[in-house]
């Protein structure tokens, strides 16, 4: 039988003195709406929680779209935040809030900190529910990124910052011993879709939101040409919008042991698949952190952000980032998700050879490519 949640008892900096985790139910909310990175760094973080925690039941606040994401973690449910609809502004997020009190939670983790979340947490005050919001770490992530005043150091990492909440609420997690999410059976569809069984699986996602973060495509068709030209690997493309999907078209019928997989599977589809990997070759993006998960082997490529900023996939052989010269443009990062940089900066990509990105492949997978 299910012992009812016992409510912790608050300091009075509103954050959880450490609860008695044993015989009680404790039901936490996790907030984390957007977008398809950061809701993929909390996944890690929410696994250790229910493993190390396993009577902890657990409510992801986030899009429906991102379900597949908690689907195989035990305890764990999501709830879908229909923002853009009936929970739409000041007076949606209220009816949402009476909805999620009907669940019993208690106590909040926000892994977001934004306005909504911000509404949320004036609502769940009144019940006084703890409420503890991630810090983003935004003064030191300012200095990383000046232009005149840098100071280049590494900063906590954003799973560290998610665990950080959960230890505030008096709950610790141990992000040390956190391991990879099992690998996720592939549909008869997809393995019908994908084909070349017998080589090896490199993804690769060519895109990113911002330019400042994306390689130049003619240097990855480089990387792409190679690769196929071995005959070893099945190329997938991942990623992309609907120009995006045309440029993936064409390379998909110029190279013979490729397929673009945008638009023809679920975003469930698509993560069993990732999960599947030899290899991922990414940018600084969402893709990248959903291998990760999985521990794939990652290989991302850095324009103008960095790893510094704490964004780097989770438990990645740090080798595996390979990183605009920053002697040649010593203002790297000048911004931490690749929107802003100064005049000149905007080829800084172009530092990292073809060359580079093969031998790296060649490297993790213990294959020749390069002639």
Same mark, same amino acid.
């Given at each position: 039988?299910?012992?009812?949640?016992?409510?912790?008892?608050?300091?009075?900096?509103?954050?959880?003195?450490?609860?008695?985790?044993?015989?009680?139910?404790?039901?936490?909310?996790?907030?984390?709406?957007?977008?398809?990175?950061?809701?993929?760094?909390?996944?890690?973080?929410?696994?250790?929680?229910?493993?190390?925690?396993?009577?902890?039941?657990?409510?992801?606040?986030?899009?429906?779209?991102?379900?597949?994401?908690?689907?195989?973690?035990?305890?764990?449910?999501?709830?879908?935040?229909?923002?853009?609809?009936?929970?739409?502004?000041?007076?949606?997020?209220?009816?949402?809030?009476?909805?999620?009190?009907?669940?019993?939670?208690?106590?909040?983790?926000?892994?977001?900190?934004?306005?909504?979340?911000?509404?949320?947490?004036?609502?769940?005050?009144?019940?006084?529910?703890?409420?503890?919001?991630?810090?983003?770490?935004?003064?030191?992530?300012?200095?990383?990124?000046?232009?005149?005043?840098?100071?280049?150091?590494?900063?906590?990492?954003?799973?560290?910052?998610?665990?950080?909440?959960?230890? +505030? =609420?008096?709950?610790?997690? @141990?992000?040390? %011993? !956190?391991?990879?999410?099992?690998?996720?059976? #592939?549909?008869?569809? $997809?393995?019908?879709?994908?084909?070349?069984?017998?080589?090896?699986?490199?993804?690769?996602?060519?895109?990113?939101?911002?330019?400042?973060?994306?390689?130049?495509?003619?240097?990855?068709?480089?990387?792409?040409?190679?690769?196929?030209?071995?005959?070893?690997?099945?190329?997938?493309?991942?990623?992309?919008?609907?120009?995006?999907?045309?440029?993936?078209?064409?390379?998909?019928?110029?190279?013979?042991?490729?397929?673009?997989?945008?638009?023809?599977?679920?975003?469930?589809?698509?993560?069993?698949?990732?999960?599947?990997? +030899? =290899?991922?070759?990414?940018? @600084?993006?969402? %893709? !990248?952190?959903?291998?990760?998960?999985?521990? #794939?082997?990652?290989? $991302?490529?850095?324009?103008?952000?960095?790893?510094?900023?704490?964004?780097?996939?989770?438990?990645?052989?740090?080798?595996?980032?390979?990183?605009?010269?920053?002697?040649?443009?010593?203002?790297?990062?000048?911004?931490?998700?690749?929107?802003?940089?100064?005049?000149?900066?905007?080829?800084?990509?172009?530092?990292?050879?073809?060359?580079?990105?093969?031998?790296?492949?060649?490297?993790?997978?213990?294959?020749?490519?390069?002639?």
């Amino acid at each position: 039988m299910e012992i009812a949640p016992k409510t912790p008892v608050t300091s009075r900096n509103g954050s959880a003195k450490p609860a008695s985790l044993t015989g009680n139910r404790i039901h936490i909310l996790v907030i984390r709406l957007s977008a398809m990175g950061d809701v993929a760094m909390t996944v890690p973080v929410i696994s250790a929680l229910v493993e190390q925690h396993p009577h902890i039941k657990v409510t992801v606040l986030t899009r429906a779209f991102f379900s597949p994401l908690f689907s195989q973690l035990k305890n764990v449910t999501v709830y879908e935040a229909d923002v853009k609809g009936q929970h739409k502004g000041v007076f949606g997020l209220w009816k949402l809030y009476k909805k999620l009190k009907g669940l019993n939670i208690d106590m909040v983790a926000d892994l977001h900190n934004v306005l909504r979340s911000n509404v949320l947490k004036a609502y769940f005050n009144l019940g006084s529910i703890p409420f503890i919001q991630v810090d983003k770490g935004r003064v030191e992530k300012k200095a990383l990124t000046s232009l005149n005043h840098k100071v280049f150091e590494p900063l906590k990492t954003t799973h560290q910052r998610y665990a950080d909440v959960f230890g +505030k =609420l008096g709950i610790p997690i @141990d992000l040390e %011993n !956190a391991g990879p999410l099992p690998k996720r059976a #592939i549909t008869p569809s $997809t393995m019908e879709l994908v084909k070349g069984k017998e080589q090896k699986w490199i993804g690769i996602a060519p895109f990113a939101a911002f330019d400042g973060k994306m390689y130049p495509l003619d240097l990855m068709e480089k990387v792409v040409t190679a690769l196929n030209a071995t005959d070893h690997y099945k190329i997938l493309f991942f990623g992309g919008g609907e120009k995006e999907k045309g440029l993936l078209n064409k390379w998909a019928d110029k190279f013979r042991n490729s397929t673009n997989l945008v638009g023809k599977l679920t975003f469930k589809e698509e993560v069993a698949l990732i999960s599947q990997l +030899k =290899l991922m070759l990414a940018m @600084d993006s969402g %893709n !990248a952190h959903l291998a990760a998960l999985f521990g #794939i082997p990652t290989i $991302t490529l850095w324009g103008v952000t960095h790893p510094y900023a704490g964004f780097y996939p989770f438990k990645q052989d740090p080798q595996n980032a390979l990183l605009a010269d920053r002697e040649q443009f010593p203002l790297i990062p000048t911004s931490v998700y690749g929107n802003k940089y100064p005049p000149g900066y905007e080829n800084v990509m172009r530092s990292i050879a073809p060359e580079d990105v093969l031998s790296k492949i060649e490297e993790i997978l213990n294959s020749k490519i390069l002639p």
